[in-house]
């Protein structure tokens, strides 16, 4: 009985330690998810100021060339 029930303990524990494993994994999953969207953000910035920049300057020479 003492032996069943040992048994019994170690995997509630085995279990217990999976499932925070997972949980971990899904933790570290949607951060590493969260931090590649951030970037593709940032770079989706800068591209857009990088055009709006370029067209300011072409909007500058136009109104330069038209004095």
Do not use: D, G, N
Not at 11 to 16: G, M, N, Q, S
Not at 34 to 49: D, G, I, L, S, V
Not at 54 to 66: D, G, I, N, P
């Amino acid at each position: 009985m003492a032996a069943e029930k040992k048994q019994c303990q170690e995997l509630a524990k085995k279990e217990k330690e999976e499932a925070e494993r997972e949980k971990c994994a899904e933790l570290a999953q949607k951060e590493m998810e969260e931090a590649e969207k951030k970037k593709c953000e940032e770079e989706a910035q800068r591209k857009m100021c990088a055009e709006l920049a370029k067209k300011e300057k072409e909007a500058k020479k136009c109104e330069e060339s038209e004095k």
